[in-house]
Nanobody, 124 residues
Framework: VQLQASGGGLVQAGGSLRLSCTAS????????MGWFRQAPGKEREFVSA???????YYADSEKGRFTISRDNAKNTVYLQMNSLKPEDTAVYYC???????????????????WGQGTLVTVSS
């Protein structure tokens, strides 16, 4: 499956963005989906995940601000980001996982396919 992330851009602190991740060459019905981000000079870090049964998981710093959802009919996963902060600035990546190990959802190694990323820049 190939993933295409979109929706990034420049936004002021306190603003909102909605990222999309659309799959081709396969159905996301078969996958658990995750969002990660990577800021310059930093490791790629977990942001959020949604399982095939629509259970959702978030990094502590994103709880209450970000919402992950999926529309299997559109083969798309979304990340609604509100109350954005300058420290949210990063390239955001979506990824698929065929395996469900809840404790491993925040780990990059859990995921099989990755999109190319979309840049989010939050100005102060």
């Amino acid at each position: 499956v190939q993933l295409q992330a979109s929706g990034g851009g420049l936004v002021q602190a306190g603003g909102s963005l909605r990222l999309s991740c659309t799959a081709s060459g396969g159905s996301i019905n078969n996958y658990h989906m995750g969002w990660f981000r990577q800021a310059p000079g930093k490791e790629r870090e977990f942001v959020s995940a949604i399982t095939r049964s629509r259970s959702t998981y978030y990094a502590d710093s994103e709880k209450g601000r970000f919402t992950i959802s999926r529309d299997n009919a559109k083969n798309t996963v979304y990340l609604q980001m509100n109350s954005l902060k300058p420290e949210d600035t990063a390239v955001y990546y979506c990824a698929t996982s065929a395996r469900l190990i809840i404790s491993s959802l925040p780990l990059k190694e859990q995921y099989d396919s990755w999109g190319q990323g979309t840049l989010v820049t939050v100005s102060s």
